[in-house]
């Protein structure tokens, strides 16, 4: 290796130190703090302890803002992995506007969140509609994820031979029963991915929920109160709960992606399947 081979891989180092480093080091040292004994978020260690865990396990608040988030979060990644499989499947033939409708799918990726969320918050104050969990933060969950859930599913369906569909309603299958029988297992990986990522998008999302929340409150909105109003290492420990139950959602979804692959390989090179 040459001398500018090393004096790049050096930088590059430095630099992927760098931003790993601006990363993780901030939740590193969260996760260390809610272990401290101390009544305050900070240093110098006091002690080990679980004491803040079983507090944020035992706070009525919290876990009631934790159901609101899942409740949301399941009902936002149904209805966007619902959108954007009909959407995928309608790009698959022509219509007219198409590329219109792209774009007008993609817009909300370029938009900054806090402009979408202060948009749609003057329309409910201008129109007189009450905001709240399922109405307001609902639909403007919706419009971040349904782009990603298209953008998740698109792919698989792109890929998928319409010339199969066709040869199976040639032999009588109805178009449904085409659609559910050979198409969907097929393109299911796709909705499982788009299903999970939309769900904690939502599971996690601050901005929109912030302007559109109304009186309620989801996990983000509660923590967020309490780091204004009372912040303690509660918080540090509710926090990273959160950030695990995210991460075993993630963690699920590639192992039930993994495991759907697996079984596709094995069907395809097993003699008799």
């Not at 509660?222 to 309490?226: A, H, K, V």
């Given at each position: 290796?040459?001398?500018?081979?090393?004096?790049?891989?050096?930088?590059?180092?430095?630099?992927?130190?760098?931003?790993?480093?601006?990363?993780y080091v901030p939740v590193l040292t969260?996760?260390?703090?809610?272990?401290?004994?101390?009544?305050?978020?900070?240093?110098?260690?006091?002690?080990?302890?679980?004491?803040?865990?079983?507090?944020?396990?035992?706070n009525?608040?919290?876990?009631?803002?934790?159901?609101?988030?899942?409740?949301?979060?399941?009902?936002?990644?149904?209805i966007s992995t619902l959108i954007g499989l009909l959407t995928a499947l309608a790009f698959r033939r022509a219509i007219a506007g198409k590329s219109l409708v792209l774009a007008s799918l993609l817009i909300p990726l370029l938009i900054p969140g806090i402009v979408l969320a202060v948009a749609q918050a003057v329309l409910w104050n201008v129109a007189g509609w009450i905001m709240n969990l399922w109405?307001?933060?609902?639909?403007?969950?919706?419009?971040?994820t349904s782009p990603f859930a298209f953008l998740t599913i698109f792919p698989r369906v792109h890929r998928f031979d319409p010339n199969i569909e066709s040869a199976a309603m040639d032999l009588?299958?109805?178009?449904?029963?085409?659609?559910?029988?050979?198409?969907?297992?097929?393109i299911a990986p796709g909705l499982v991915a788009s299903f999970l990522f939309c769900?904690?998008?939502?599971?996690?999302?601050?901005?929109?929920?912030?302007?559109?929340?109304?009186?309620q409150n989801t996990l983000p909105i509660?923590?967020?109160?309490?780091i204004l109003n009372n912040p303690s290492p509660q918080t540090?420990?509710?926090?990273?709960?959160?950030?695990?139950?995210?991460?075993?959602?993630?963690?699920?979804?590639?192992?039930?992606?993994?495991?759907?692959?697996?079984?596709g390989r094995r069907s395809i090179t097993e003699p008799g399947s």
């Open positions: 290796m040459t001398a500018p081979q090393n004096v790049t891989r050096i930088a590059f180092t430095v630099v992927a130190a760098v931003v790993l480093s601006f990363l969260l996760i260390v703090l809610s272990f401290n004994d101390s009544v305050s978020i900070s240093l110098p260690w006091v002690g080990f302890t679980l004491r803040w865990y079983g507090e944020a396990l035992a009525v608040g919290a876990f009631n803002a934790f159901v609101n988030s899942v409740k949301l979060g399941i009902c936002v990644g149904i109405t307001s933060t609902l639909i403007g969950h919706l419009i971040y009588g299958a109805l178009p449904l029963v085409a659609f559910w029988t050979i198409v969907l297992p097929q769900f904690t998008l939502s599971f996690d999302e601050f901005v929109r929920t912030l302007f559109l929340i109304g009186s509660y923590l967020w109160s309490i540090s420990a509710i926090a990273i709960l959160s950030m695990s139950f995210s991460l075993v959602i993630v963690a699920t979804g590639s192992m039930l992606l993994r495991q759907r692959r697996l079984i």
